[in-house]
């Protein structure tokens, strides 16, 4: 059973966005860190799935993008 009770969660490859359901533990207005090679918006958009940008948007998730 996924809760929506985390306040952070980080994510160290790109790939695992694709594969996990990574935000769904996330309370409305969390902390969503990704590593990702994204220089720009559109990249980020273009690269990580509707369904993912949908939630980050619905719950107001404050997202950080690093290439680290």
Do not use: H
Not at 11 to 20: D, P
Not at 21 to 48: A, R
Request: proline share 4%.
């Amino acid at each position: 059973m996924i809760t929506d009770n985390a306040d952070y969660i980080q994510c160290t490859k790109t790939s695992w966005v694709k594969t996990y359901d990574m935000i769904s533990p996330l309370k409305v207005g969390g902390t969503f860190l990704i590593n990702c090679p994204y220089d720009t918006i559109e990249e980020f958009e273009d690269n990580i799935p509707n369904r993912i940008l949908k939630t980050l948007a619905d719950k107001k998730i404050n997202t950080y993008a690093i290439d680290a």
